[in-house]
Nanobody, 122 residues
Framework: DVQLQASGGGLVQPGGSLTLSCAAS?????????VGWFRQAPGKVREAVSC????????YYADSVKGRFTISRDNVKNTLYLQMNSLKLEDTGVYYC??????????????WGQGTQVTVSS
């Protein structure tokens, strides 16, 4: 079965750091897949935090996390990471990982992890 297993969330004080991991299984986790991290704060819509294209590794960061978060992937370990530094109260939310690719015929493979809770609080 295809699975993305997110982990690494927790409770951290403002200014602290966390590293999220997303372990992929059941499919070939390679550069045919674009990957990303999304988050959803209470009462808000899910938003993209950081994404990495599969083809050329182009990286996107939301303005709110630029300079603080770093996305990376290890295709050998089938794992996606999000290093989060200088965490702020507004970074609180459920973080989801995603992997997607476009197949022939215009169809998409689009996989989501189950989410990991990040709470930034003093």
């Amino acid at each position: 079965d295809v699975q993305l297993q997110a982990s690494g969330g927790g409770l951290v004080q403002p200014g602290g750091s966390l590293t999220l991991s997303c372990a992929a299984s059941g499919f070939t986790f390679d550069n045919n897949y674009a990957v990303g991290w999304f988050r959803q704060a209470p009462g808000k819509v899910r938003e993209a935090v950081s994404c990495m294209s599969g083809s050329d590794g182009t990286i996107y960061y939301a303005d709110s996390v630029k300079g603080r978060f770093t996305i990376s992937r290890d295709n050998v370990k089938n794992t996606l990471y999000l290093q989060m530094n200088s965490l702020k109260l507004e970074d609180t939310g459920v973080y989801y990982c995603n992997a997607e690719r476009r197949r022939g015929g215009g169809e998409w493979d689009d996989y989501w992890g189950q989410g990991t809770q990040v709470t930034v609080s003093s």
